[in-house]
């Protein structure tokens, strides 16, 4: 299951011009250009190829994950993030305005006339919020993180080996 963590939870709800965002998070192009190079490899190593050249604004995700949310209870969470991170990640779709929702939600086969007033609705917000601060009250701040049988949390970009480290770890613990 996924659950919800807004990288920025402060910004605007119409999001942020994409550079004026890098800029003030890595304090100028050249850091955020490196930081986004060597992502973009690791991408082309597992056959990814990021376009991050196409996203023009960093948008307020906090509606994504209302949709997901919504998703969850349809038993298609994962298949509406991996469309909602292509959309971002490849196409540079702003992720965070309703049409795009409401077109990933129809790519993922969940549409129905209640979806659009449920994503603009307060319903569940506090539930959503409440889930973040648990998050960031064990330590979690940043994506992507994992946590393997309650205890032992993972945050950031692994190589595949440490993954392989902790999963054995817990099989020899059983």
């Keep these: 299951m996924w659950r919800p963590f807004q990288l920025n939870p402060e910004m605007p709800p119409d999001g942020m011009d994409r550079q004026q965002y890098l800029t003030f998070k890595f304090g100028n192009e050249d850091n955020a250009r490196s930081v986004y190079q060597r992502i ?3 991408g082309k190593k597992n056959k990814i190829y990021f376009q991050f050249n196409k996203i023009t604004k960093t948008p307020n995700s906090f ?3 209302k ?3 919504y998703a969850h209870n349809k038993k298609k969470q994962t ?3 991996e469309l909602l991170f292509y959309k971002y990640f490849i196409e540079g779709e702003d992720i965070g305005i309703l049409n795009v929702l409401i077109q990933v939600s129809k790519d993922a086969d969940i549409y129905d006339e ?3 007033k449920y994503i603009i609705s307060k319903k569940d917000n506090d ?3 409440n889930e973040e601060k648990k998050a960031k009250n064990i330590g979690i701040n940043s994506v992507p993180c994992f946590i393997f049988n309650k205890e032992i949390v993972v945050s950031g970009a692994q190589p595949k080996k440490n993954f392989i480290q ?8 059983v």
């Design 40 to 42: 973009e490899d690791e």
């Design 127 to 129: 539930s959503l919020l």
């Design 166 to 173: 902790i999963i054995d770890s817990l099989n020899n613990n």
């Design 79 to 81: 298949e509406v993030l």
């Design 67 to 69: 949709l997901l949310a």
């Design 114 to 116: 209640h979806i659009e």
């Design 63 to 65: 509606f994504s994950h």
